[in-house]
């Protein structure tokens, strides 16, 4: 049975919608004529109610609207008849869609308080988006502002789930920032998928490790020896799949190569300069896929957020300081050299801050675990693995200001 709704789907819905009322709310007439100077700071904040209320609209519109804000003219200090237009889209799956829509519209908002909050934080913190609204609501041109929430419905080409695109005077403006991949309780922006492997050694080739050749017999023989039918092997149950003895074996054969060649290739590797620089390139492509102006947006369950746009300083950041790699045996860890909580059978391996906690320093992480898929339209399921890479907290304060 699917679930009734999916957070991420949520979080991007409401981001749309707090990007769309940060643009549509203009300077008051009464500041507009009592500021000698308007600055990027005396732009109104919008509030979290706002955001309810330019969401209830979309919902209401098919996750689709149109909202129209006029111009102030700074210099003869009045509101302009130059009127811009604000457009929003937003494409989540049908579940989310059904769950949001529940009349009366809005009588759900209150179970996501925390993403309301973050997401209007961050529209009322960002420089970007703040720069945006301030040039186009003091251009005294017509400005079509799009707003669209793309990322997850479909996505195979881009790292973006919400996109910010203004057109002004008929000129679309270049994509150089405010292209936002957002994260809400998950750490995780890359991943591959599948049992082989190359699957998941793969993803540690473009980091210099390359020659696994005694590895993958040793797997190999482990896995499609011991189990041949193992690639289309069918199982009852989600709960069977991650139960039975092919998936024990798959983690136990990825955690003798995780241990092994890559933890002796990282620490061989882990300070020289070269492979820094190369961690940082690897980490950049991963989470924006190199596409322009894409920014990796963290939402927090206490209602702030982080961000990292991966520019000049992330790298030079990296490079400049001193890292780590451990393997990580339990769900959580705590203090230098402390480890607490359950221990995990998923095969983890840590990058972080030297002399520091492989959680609280995380910069990233490389999980494998299981997983199952259903084919469409079957009753059965089949054993997915994935190798997830995931962000610590360090990784979105490397060279940033969260602003």
Excluded at 126 to 149: A, H, P, S, Y
Excluded at 194 to 209: N, R, T, V
Excluded at 300 to 308: H, S
């Amino acid at each position: 049975m699917a679930t009734e709704y999916n957070n991420g789907d949520i979080a991007e819905l409401i981001l749309a919608a707090a990007i769309a009322a940060k643009f549509k709310k203009r300077l008051s007439t009464a500041k507009l004529s009592r500021e000698q100077i308007i600055s990027i700071g005396d732009l109104p904040r919008v509030t979290s109610g706002e955001v309810k209320e330019t969401l209830i609209t979309i919902i209401s519109n098919s996750f689709r609207s149109q909202f129209n804000a006029r111009d102030r003219d700074i210099v003869n200090k009045r509101i302009s008849r130059v009127t811009d237009n604000i457009s929003v889209e937003v494409k989540i799956p049908a579940n989310s869609e059904r769950y949001m829509s529940a009349q009366p519209i809005g009588s759900r908002f209150s179970n996501f308080e925390n993403i309301f909050n973050s997401a209007t934080n961050f529209v009322n913190a960002d420089t970007e988006i703040k720069r945006k609204v301030f040039n186009t609501q003091f251009n005294l041109k017509k400005d079509l502002i799009e707003i669209q929430g793309v990322g997850t419905k479909g996505q195979t080409t881009t790292k973006v789930d919400v996109r910010v695109d203004i057109t002004t005077a008929g000129v679309k403006m270049s994509r150089t920032s405010s292209q936002i991949s957002l994260k809400f309780n998950t750490g995780q922006f890359a991943q591959t998928v599948g049992l082989e492997f190359e699957k998941f050694a793969d993803i540690f080739e473009e980091l210099g490790i390359t020659d696994y050749t005694k590895d993958k017999e040793e797997f190999d023989k482990a896995i499609f020896e011991t189990y041949p039918q193992i690639l289309g092997k069918r199982f009852s149950s989600r709960e069977e799949v991650t139960q039975s003895n092919e998936v024990k074996a798959l983690k136990e054969a990825a955690r003798k190569v995780f241990t092994g060649r890559i933890k002796r290739e990282l620490d061989n590797k882990i300070n020289d300069i070269n492979f820094k620089s190369t961690l940082a390139s690897f980490i950049k492509k991963k989470a924006t896929l190199n596409e322009s102006g894409v920014e990796l947006v963290k939402f927090l369950d206490d209602g702030r957020f982080l961000k990292q746009t991966f520019g000049d300083d992330f790298t030079n950041a990296i490079t400049s300081m001193d890292l780590a790699v451990t393997i990580k045996t339990y769900t959580r860890n705590f203090g230098p050299g402390q480890m607490m909580g359950d221990e995990t059978d998923n095969p983890t391996i840590c990058i972080y801050t030297k002399g520091g906690d492989p959680v609280q320093d995380l910069l990233i992480e490389f999980r494998y675990r299981s997983d199952s898929q259903k084919p469409k339209g079957q009753n059965y399921f089949l054993i997915k693995m994935r190798t997830l890479v995931m962000a610590g907290e360090k990784l979105y304060t490397l060279g940033a200001t969260n602003e």
